[in-house]
């Protein structure tokens, strides 16, 4: 019976030092994340709007009609996750286009998008859907940038693609 209990009483034990061995590493991670630079992950144009996290299903090309929406998905990583008034974390940022046609001017739409996304957990895995419409453009390659700002730092990060309007 004492060894039952011997055993239990370990087992609990154990469990609490990876418990404290999860946390610990968990806090490491989170001082990484906020030190690291920005980054854009997985950043494509999209067939359908991604649902979730990693539920994107890439476009075969970057070819378009006139008046058809250009669907974006992205992944931003190594925001900081400051806490707010209430004690939650909140991951916030902005988001910035450029549309750069073959010949002609740059046109830019500061803070096309922007998000808080509060949480009592921070918030790992993050990502955004972005549809952009150029209208009635003229036919054309032309070069979209998205600008990434964390609000709660002065982190940023750009990707673009190359898309044709036919």
Sequence with gaps: MRST???????????AVHAQNIEALEAQLDKARDAAPMAIKSFMV????AKHFGDYEARANADYRRGEKILFYAEPKNLV?????????EPAMEIDIE???EKGETMKQ????????????????????MSVSLGQ?????????????????????????????K
Aim: aromatic share 10%; charged share 20%; no cysteine.
């Design 137 to 165: 453009a003229p036919a054309g390659k032309y070069t979209l940038k998205f600008t990434f700002r964390d609000l709660n730092s002065k982190k940023s990060a750009s990707v673009s693609q190359d898309v044709n309007f």
């Design 46 to 49: 999209l067939a359908r709007p």
């Design 110 to 129: 500061p803070n096309f998008m922007s998000m808080k996304i509060p949480s009592r957990s921070r918030v790992q895995d993050l990502f955004v859907n």
């Design 99 to 101: 549309v750069k046609p």
């Design 5 to 15: 209990l011997l055993a239990v009483a370990l087992s609990f034990a154990a469990a």
């Design 81 to 89: 996750q400051a806490k707010n008034a209430a004690g939650l974390y």
